[in-house]
């Protein structure tokens, strides 16, 4: 077996071409919708990964202008940009401080304007499950734009049910990293699709149960090691930024499981392209969409 690379560039073009569709029909008077992204660092991955973003939203008809701040003037920024009516969405490139203090200043971006969807308001939101914002039911809620990029690639992977009605009732995920950014809220959503979620960081494992039976997911302290979560897993995701990394390698996960690389250092060993069915080296592309296609929704939901 040669494991499928799928390229997220590929799938990134179908939501572009929607967004794009949106964009048009939420302009007015000819204005732009604009973001305005905020950046700490000259150079480095949150430097790269701003041009990228620059690029993509270029391409769906949005301005993205990236404002270079010093750590302590992040704050008055953020107050700035929120207050600003030329402004539709804020996109925070980090890190800027640690990661306490990034947290904190998450909290002070206006949730109608968060395109990252990472603002406690959404977040709440997510770990209840509940995925309107309205009791009409005709707003979703934000969800954070790099998870919701990763459960989009693995949809087009092929990840689906094999036991019952929820759409991921059967399905057994192993996720390498339990951050605010990625693995915790990925987690989420994987499990409030009906997966069984082994979550693994530095302080140990947590398990995602599924919300079957129940309005949303449950998360309770586990025993699984690396060795047996790999080893029952259907989807591996791996978002370890460390060069240290132990990758993962093919003799560790099941046949035919489909992989996920979204760290700035690879976790995944060559040998796992002999054993997985397939293979997503990269993310990017499809969250820079889906962060622009959560502009468009906050856009619709902000008018009416």
């Known amino acids: 077996m040669t494991a499928t690379v799928l390229d997220p560039s590929v799938v990134a073009k179908a939501y572009r071409d929607e967004v794009r569709r949106d964009v048009a029909a939420l302009t007015v008077d000819g204005r732009p919708l604009r973001i305005r992204g905020l950046l700490a660092q000259q150079t480095g991955p949150a430097a790269t990964y701003a041009r990228y973003a620059q690029r993509g939203c270029r391409s769906v008809g ?30 925070l490139y980090y890190p800027f401080l640690d990661r306490a203090e990034d947290r904190w200043l998450r909290e002070l971006v206006d949730p109608r304007k968060d395109v990252e969807g990472l603002h406690s308001f959404w977040s709440r939101l997510l770990y209840e499950n509940q995925r309107f914002v309205d009791e009409d039911r005709t707003a979703r809620a934000i969800l954070p734009c790099t998870p919701l990029a990763i459960l989009k690639l693995l949809q087009h992977a092929g990840m689906r049910s094999s036991a019952g009605p929820a759409p991921l009732e059967g399905v057994t995920a192993c996720i390498f ?25 530095v302080t140990g494992t947590l398990d995602f149960e599924p919300a079957i039976g129940r309005r949303a997911h449950d998360v309770r302290e586990s025993t699984v090691d690396r060795t047996e979560a790999l080893a029952a897993a259907d989807v591996v995701i791996s978002a370890v930024p460390s060069a240290s990394f132990e990758l993962v390698r093919g003799d560790e996960i099941k046949a035919g499981a489909i992989c ?31 962060a ?9 939901m902000r008018r009416g």
């Open 260 to 290: 996920v690389d979204v760290a700035e250092f690879t976790n995944f060993d060559a040998s796992v392209a002999e054993r997985a069915s397939v293979f997503v080296p990269r993310v990017g592309p499809l969250t820079i969409a889906m």
């Open 62 to 91: 949005i301005e993205l202008d990236v404002l270079h701040v010093e750590v302590d003037q992040v704050a008055p920024a953020i107050a700035a940009a929120n207050l600003d009516p030329e402004i539709d969405g804020i996109f």
């Open 177 to 201: 990293n339990r951050s605010d950014l990625v693995g915790r809220p990925l987690a989420a959503m994987l499990a409030n699709d009906g997966a069984r979620v082994h979550s693994l960081d």
């Open 292 to 300: 622009t296609r959560n502009l468009a929704r906050l856009v619709r």
